[in-house]
């Protein structure tokens, strides 16, 4: 089993910046590909990025490549989301989240494990 809690979500004017945690208790860190999802009022969930146990290898939706930055320190359990030129439309609840290897990339959400219990980021104009 493996734990999840992302925390760092808050209100930022657009052009703003954030930077989403995660941390993880339980099993091993490491041998999971880490990612995130968002959820807007109204919408469906939606992948944000992912990436694998090395971090070398990184998946952005398109409409936050070049913006959004995933990382991770193994050491510490913990992955990140660094948000930087937010946009209104990126408003939503961010929900980070765990799978095996295969799901490396996979958009849909039935290819994760876990998740964590969400984070707010609103996106003022």
């Known amino acids: 089993q493996v734990q999840l809690v992302d925390s760092g979500g808050g209100l930022v004017q657009a052009g703003g910046s954030l930077r989403l945690s995660c941390s993880a208790s339980?099993?091993?860190?490491?041998?999971?590909?880490m990612g995130w999802f968002r959820q807007a009022p109204g919408k469906e969930r939606e992948f944000v990025s992912t990436i694998s146990w090395s971090g070398g290898s990184t998946y952005y939706a398109d409409s936050v490549k070049g913006r959004f930055t995933i990382s991770r320190d193994n050491a510490k359990n913990t992955v990140y989301l660094q948000m930087n030129n937010l946009k209104p439309d990126d408003t939503a609840v961010y929900y980070c989240?765990?799978?095996?290897?295969?799901?490396?990339?996979?958009?849909?959400?039935?290819?994760?494990?876990?998740w964590g219990q969400g984070t707010q980021v609103t996106v003022s104009s």
């Open positions: 339980g099993r091993t860190l490491s041998i999971y590909v």
């Open positions: 989240t765990a799978g095996p290897p295969q799901a490396m990339g996979a958009m849909e959400e039935s290819e994760y494990e876990y």
